[in-house]
């Protein structure tokens, strides 16, 4: 049996389909839609960690200091009758759930269902930790919290702004879409804190200072505006609000924001010429936007330049591009606290009622959940006793998470679902080990909002399970209605329910297609998705950051993504292709920063902020005075600043610190550390 087997690549949310043989477990690449024959690294070698003999093998329950298997009949048992104690003594609001932005829609679905079944909206996932910011700006100006448009359309725009982004190390596969627009003459313009790989393909380069992204985008406002750039008809005709930003924005000249931002006044004058005058473009962004206090502002701005140019629709799209496969899936699919499925608010009786008829019971509880970067607070304080994890691992991932791992600690049950024992399955009563990716079936929503299939290619490791399974299991012992499902497609067709767009799909044309996009292709083609139909100018001003350089902590610390790594390395560390092509993470310092402190490349640095300190060599390099970048992958978060905006992201991209070199029996002790 050599038959290939197409899955969805469990990595970034580009969501690349794989040919994978059942034999040999060797990847190809899918020829059709979206990654049209193209991988990149983690893609091509995506089986390995499956492979790995560090996989969970059976439930475990913590008895003393060891972990010790147990059946699955009395881990569902026992976990349930934990989690029914605990919401008998203290409420349901005691209980939260965290789902998992690589788990697929159906896993994530039957999570947030279960969670609101057992009567709390405590259900979240880490794209709290990423792009909330700019669902919350999206549907607060344009209607609907998601990226407007497909890869494809990329291809015809003139244009193409990159906004604290860096897609050729963290989406590969999308930059063959965008040079293709820039062989057919596209202007690529690309803006962040450093030099980056995709500054190598810009037309042009703005490097600017940590946290100012809002006065840039206003001063490239304030030039479209002044010099007449803008698209009047559609501005009049399609939007509201554009008296406000033009009043606003009349402060932020090229000349102030070249003070505030480090970038010249005439490259900020001709990128904004630059872009207004291509006719069509698009704006992609990351956590370069959205991972600071003002991380909503920061969207809002940029949304700001596409409604003036009337770069919406079909002559231009937004694009908050999505770190994990399944992270637009999840929140899609209601394993978000503040919403339902479909981004749909917990208020809206009609939507809830519906919901909560085919889940069989009258209504679902409709005061908003905690976030997932509230329920530190919420340990601390005593509030949430017991957590249930699915696919995340908090006790990396986190802002300050020494302060994390102190509340994983202190709860009173905590049960992780994983595939591995990762740092957060350490603090755990129970952990469950879950099957991977190519070991189960369903579906998946990439960034561009299209739904595709994932098939399975060998049998679950040892006693492993699905996670949908798991959760079924689980569902049936607390003895909640609608757990009876015996199939995975069961489930797809009853999220499909949900959906209007989808009412009359099927999962079989799921199963036999490239892909379904929800609700369509792309939006706001016609019209907004806001009660009078127009879009709204949401005039926004500079929001310093929480936590501003002093003479202690004279640097700005920000952190990075790098092509080899993923997340906190749980799948990568043991893919043996991908550690071979790792380097070291290194901390990137200017030069004249690393003049100043005495320090050379490859030396031994000590990174410092009010949380914590770590240790790493030093990489010399094209990032403004004053501004260190440190991969996020590993040990980062130890001292990154857990400060969080409106959407309840925390500030990862500015934390005030200090640098300093380490020498002689220092650097040895580092080494060794």
């Not at 490791?461 to 949908?468: F, G, H, I, K, N």
């Amino acid at each position: 049996m050599s038959e290939l087997k197409t899955v969805v690549c469990p990595y970034c949310g580009f969501g690349c389909r794989l040919l994978v043989n059942q034999v040999t477990m060797k990847v190809k690449p899918y020829r059709g839609q979206p990654n049209r024959g193209k991988l990149c690294p983690k893609g091509l070698h995506a089986t390995e960690f499956v492979l790995s003999n560090n996989r969970l093998k059976h439930p475990l329950k913590r008895v003393g200091s060891k972990m010790l298997p147990l059946s699955w009949g009395r881990a569902m048992n026992e976990i349930s009758s934990r989690l029914l104690e605990v919401r008998e003594l203290y409420g349901s609001d005691a209980v939260a759930f965290l789902a998992s932005s690589k788990a697929s829609n159906e896993e994530n679905y039957l999570l947030e269902k279960l969670a609101r079944l057992f009567g709390t909206n405590n259900i979240d996932n880490c794209a709290r930790l990423c792009h909330e910011a700019s669902v919350h700006a999206l549907k607060t100006s344009l209607g609907t919290g998601a990226q407007t448009n497909p890869y494809e359309d990329l291809e015809r725009f003139n244009a193409i702004l990159i906004w604290g982004y860096n897609p050729a190390e963290t989406h590969p596969v999308l930059m063959d879409y965008i040079n293709r627009a820039r062989k057919r003459g596209a202007r690529i313009i690309v803006v962040d804190v450093r030099e980056t790989t995709t500054m190598a393909f810009a037309d042009r380069k703005l490097i600017i200072r940590p946290g100012t992204d809002i006065a840039l985008a206003n001063a490239m406002i304030h030039v479209i505006i002044h010099e007449d750039l803008y698209n009047e008809e559609f501005v009049r005709t399609r939007t509201v609000g554009f008296s406000e930003i033009r009043m606003a924005v009349r402060k932020y000249t090229p000349e102030y924001a070249e003070k505030v931002t480090g970038v010249p006044t005439e490259v900020i004058r001709e990128a904004a010429r630059t872009f207004a005058l291509a006719g069509s473009g698009a704006i992609a962004w990351g956590m370069g936007l959205t991972q600071h206090v003002g991380g909503v502002e920061n969207v809002l701005a940029v949304i700001d330049i596409a409604l003036l140019l009337g770069y919406v629709g079909e002559n231009g799209g937004l694009y908050p591009m999505r770190g994990q496969n399944n992270v637009q899936g999840a929140a899609y699919m209601g394993a978000l606290s503040e919403f339902l499925p479909g981004y749909v608010s917990l208020t809206d009786e009609k939507f809830r009622k519906r919901v909560a008829k085919i889940w069989g019971v009258e209504d679902l509880p409709t005061e908003r959940g905690l976030y997932l970067t509230e329920l530190w607070d919420a340990i601390e304080e005593g509030d949430v006793r017991a957590l249930y994890i699915v696919g995340e691992n908090p006790a990396v991932s986190e802002a300050n998470f020494t302060r994390v791992r102190r509340a994983l600690k202190d709860l009173d049950f905590l049960v992780v679902q994983d595939v591995f024992m990762t740092r957060t399955a350490r603090y755990a009563h129970y952990v469950l080990p879950a099957s991977a990716f190519c070991e189960k079936e369903g579906s998946y929503m990439n960034s561009e909002r299209r739904i595709q299939w994932s098939h399975k290619v060998c049998e679950p490791y040892a006693d492993s399970r699905p996670d949908w399974e798991i959760l079924t299991m689980l569902g049936r012992a607390l003895g909640l209605p609608g757990f009876n499902y015996t199939s995975v497609e069961e489930i797809t067709a009853e999220y499909f329910r949900l959906f209007r767009e989808l009412e009359e799909r099927t999962v079989e044309e799921l199963k036999n297609s490239d892909g379904i996009f929800l609700p369509k292709k792309r939006l706001h083609t016609w019209e907004f998705s806001t009660p009078d139909g127009k879009a709204k100018f949401i005039a926004v001003e500079q929001v310093q950051p929480w936590e501003l350089p002093d003479r202690d902590y004279p640097f700005v610390l920000t952190t990075v993504r790098v092509i080899s790594h993923y997340n906190t390395g749980e799948m990568t560390l043991r893919s043996p292709s991908l550690v071979r092509l790792m380097g070291e993470p290194k901390v990137l310092i200017n030069e004249l920063d690393a003049e100043k402190l005495g320090i050379s490349n490859g030396d031994w640095v000590e990174i410092e902020t009010r949380r914590g300190r770590i240790r790493m060599h030093v990489k010399i390099g094209r990032i403004q005075p004053g501004v260190v970048a440190v991969p996020f992958h590993f040990k980062v978060n130890r001292l990154t600043s857990e400060a969080l905006n409106k959407a309840g992201t925390p500030e990862l991209k500015f934390s005030a610190a200090r640098v300093r070199g380490v020498s002689g029996t220092q650097k040895r002790k580092a080494h060794s550390g």
